[in-house]
T-cell receptor, first 115, second 113 residues
Framework: GAGVSQTPSNKVTEKGKYVELRCDPI?????LYWYRQSLGQGPEFLIY????????DSGLPNDRFFAVRPEGSVSTLKIQRTERGDSAVYLC?????????????FGPGTRLTVL | AQSVSQHNHHVILSEAASLELGCNYS??????LFWYVQYPGQHLQLLLK??????LVKGIKGFEAEFIKSKFSFNLRKPSVQWSDTAEYFC???????????FGKGTKLSVIP
C-alpha cells in the first residue's frame, strides 16, 4: 500500500516568508508526527497528533511554528516569518492507533531552504 | 531530558567485514529502543526495535542489536556487511508510555566492494 507522502519535496523561500508543508499519512493511521532534521543531526520531535488534536506539541521551537490536522488525516505544518535557521528537512511519520508500541512509518521529507 | 549518543560519525568497511555501531542513551526510566536506517535517496525505515524481553533482538537484513541496561547501550551488529548496507543508521530512544522518539546524530556507513 501507499506510504506516508509529503509535499512539496523541496521548498525554497526567502527570509520572512510564510510556508506550508503537507503530510498525507498511511490510510488508517490516526497517529501523526512531525520531526525536523537539520544538517548533520538526527530527526528532532516537533509535534504529535492523535486524530485531529495535537496531543503533544512540546517540540515546536517557538510560536512561529504551528500544525493542524482538521479532519484527522492530512496534516499541514505552517511556519511564519521564516528564518535561515529554519532550513532543514521536515519529516512526517504516522502510526496505527492504540498503544505507543506501534511503529512509526516515515515519509520522504520536505527539504526547506530559507534564503 | 533523554539523549542518544552515537559514537561514530562515519564508518568505512570492506564487504564481508563485521559491523558494530555504538549507541548509548540517557534516560531515567523504562525505554523502548530503535535502530532506523536511511538508504541513499530513501526515507527512514525501521531496522529493529526493543521493547522488553530478550535483550538480543534481530531485525531485517541480518542485523541484530543487544540491549545492555547496565551500560545504557543498544549497539547494532552485523557479522558480514554487504555493499547494499551503505546507508546512514540512526539509534533512537523513547520513554515507555511516550510518543516522542529521540534520535542520535546518525552514523554513516560506507561499504567498499
Amino acid at each position: 500500500g501507499a506510504g506516508v507522502s509529503q509535499t512539496p519535496s523541496n521548498k525554497v523561500t526567502e527570509k520572512g516568508k510564510y510556508v506550508e508543508l503537507r503530510c498525507d499519512p498511511i490510510s488508517g493511521h490516526t497517529a501523526l508526527y512531525w520531526y525536523r532534521q537539520s544538517l548533520g543531526q538526527g530527526p528532532e520531535f516537533l509535534i504529535y497528533f492523535q486524530g485531529t488534536g495535537a496531543a503533544d506539541d512540546s517540540g515546536l521551537p517557538n510560536d512561529r511554528f504551528f500544525a493542524v490536522r482538521p479532519e484527522g488525516s492530512v496534516s499541514t505544518l505552517k511556519i511564519q516569518r521564516t528564518e535561515r535557521g529554519d532550513s532543514a528537512v521536515y519529516l512526517c511519520a504516522s502510526s496505527l492507533p492504540g498503544t505507543v508500541d506501534n511503529e512509526q512509518f516515515f515519509g520522504p521529507g520536505t527539504r526547506l531552504t530559507v534564503l | 531530558a533523554q539523549s542518544v549518543s552515537q559514537h561514530n560519525h562515519h564508518v568505512i568497511l570492506s564487504e564481508a567485514a563485521s559491523l558494530e555501531l555504538g549507541c548509548n542513551y540517557s534516560y531515567g526510566g523504562t525505554v523502548n529502543l530503535f535502530w532506523y536506517v536511511q538508504y541513499p535517496g530513501q526515507h527512514l525505515q525501521l531496522l529493529l526495535k526493543y521493547f522488553s524481553g530478550d535483550p538480543l533482538v534481530k531485525g531485517i537484513k541480518g542485523f541484530e542489536a543487544e540491549f545492555i541496561k547496565s551500560k545504557f547501550s543498544f549497539n547494532l551488529r552485523k557479522p558480514s556487511v554487504q555493499w547494499s548496507d551503505t546507508a546512514e543508521y540512526f539509534c533512537a530512544v523513547r520513554g515507555a508510555g511516550s510518543y516522542q522518539l529521540t534520535f542520535g546524530k546518525g552514523t554513516k556507513l560506507s561499504v567498499i566492494p
